[in-house]
């Protein structure tokens, strides 16, 4: 079985391609002009990111043989988690004060399920089995949170006539924002739905991998993969359902400046 620090050695030689692949994701950034509906440009956030990316997993790696040793540290680590998993989501969404909402589809995905584990003894309350656990299904709730949460503000931005024209036919104006946003908000679930039709076949995730390589049979690392799929279609689904209709509510809006009818 190979040994992870043969796979990827924590040395010199890796640091240099890490710093390599970063320069070259910006370069295309750069050069390609990618950026977002407001013309801010990607080249300069992904240069930022891979320089968090490497400072968050320091830090972590310092810190977490220290917090699995209480259950109270074990608790604030993982409300850290949520806590930036809910500024990050609700930033990305919306511009204004309502991006706080973005607790409500994250914690409807994930605490069901985590609280699922560890009644059923699946997980026991240990950091080495929560931390992990609680993150990836964070993580997926996270990202269905902003695709769901983007698509549907941007699809009642540009489509705002119909809503108007919707509650003019008598719709209250929940269902007609409903009507227009959930085909969009819908997609964010594809990218899970496409890794899960294609594990094996396509891709290996990383929870087979990192199983594998920690010395487990390839039996063992398959189930959990399996195990982790299906739960993050199961949390990315709450949470789409659960943003859609923050959406639809007008809970979570952006500024009118942006648009009339998403969350007036």
Known sequence: MLAAAVLLPANATLGAVLAVLLAVAVTVAALARLADGRER?????????????????????ALIGWVVRAVPLLLGFLLLMFAVAVRTAGRRITD???????????AAGVLPVVVALLLTGLVPVKGVALIPVTGILIGGALTATVLAGRRALDELRTRHGEVEAAMALGFLPRDARLEIARPAASDALLPGLDQTRTVGLVTLPGAFVG?????????????????????????QAVAVAVVLELVARGLLSRSRTLGG????
Request: no cysteine; net charge negative; charged share 10%.
């Open 41 to 61: 440009g990607y080249a300069r956030a992904i240069a930022l990111a891979g320089l968090r990316a490497a400072l968050q997993l320091a830090a972590v790696s």
């Open 96 to 106: 204004n004060d309502t991006w706080w909402w973005a607790a409500v589809p994250i």
């Open 211 to 235: 199983m594998l390589l920690g010395g487990a049979s390839p039996l063992l690392a398959g189930v959990v993969q399996l195990f982790v799929l299906v739960a993050l279609m199961a949390v």
């Open 261 to 264: 009818a998403e969350g007036e």
